[in-house]
């Protein structure tokens, strides 16, 4: 069975810095996507970041944290991270560790959450102007 548990949110300024981890077990050696997902009050979940486990590589990341997020993983330490620069208020949500998420053509997909098995209890961002 995996089990999968965030750490690291808080509450910053804006423009600051946070690193997410998620700490996952039960893993196999298959390759799989893992990825981060958030949801903001009122708001539908989006995906946030996601790579290909296996490889660390074939990372895709939704539009509007390109260039400040940068999704990756630890194979030793079975723990997938999110770091997230220069932080803006739109940030603040509840973020997610998805895992175990379908592969197509070797690239892991944002675009429905359902691709994903298994989720953690999510960790709080709020970042404020």
């Known amino acids: 069975q995996v089990q999968v548990a965030e750490s690291g949110g808080g509450s910053v300024q804006a423009g600051e810095s946070l690193r997410l981890s998620c700490s996952a077990s039960?893993?196999?050696?298959?390759?799989?996507?893992m990825g981060w997902f958030r949801q903001a009050p009122g708001k539908e979940r989006e995906g946030v970041a996601c790579l290909s486990w296996s490889s660390g590589g074939r990372a895709d990341y939704t539009d509007s944290v390109k260039g400040r997020f940068t999704v990756s993983r630890d194979h030793t330490k079975n723990t997938l991270y999110l770091q997230m620069d220069n932080l803006k208020p739109d940030d603040t949500a509840m973020y997610y560790c998805?895992?175990?998420?379908?592969?197509?053509?070797?690239?892991?997909?944002?675009?429905?959450?359902?691709?994903?098995?298994?989720w953690g209890q999510g960790t709080q961002v709020t970042v404020s102007s």
């Open positions: 998805a895992a175990v998420g379908t592969l197509y053509g070797g690239r892991c997909r944002l675009s429905d959450s359902y691709d994903y098995n298994y």
């Open positions: 039960g893993l196999t050696n298959d390759d799989y996507a």
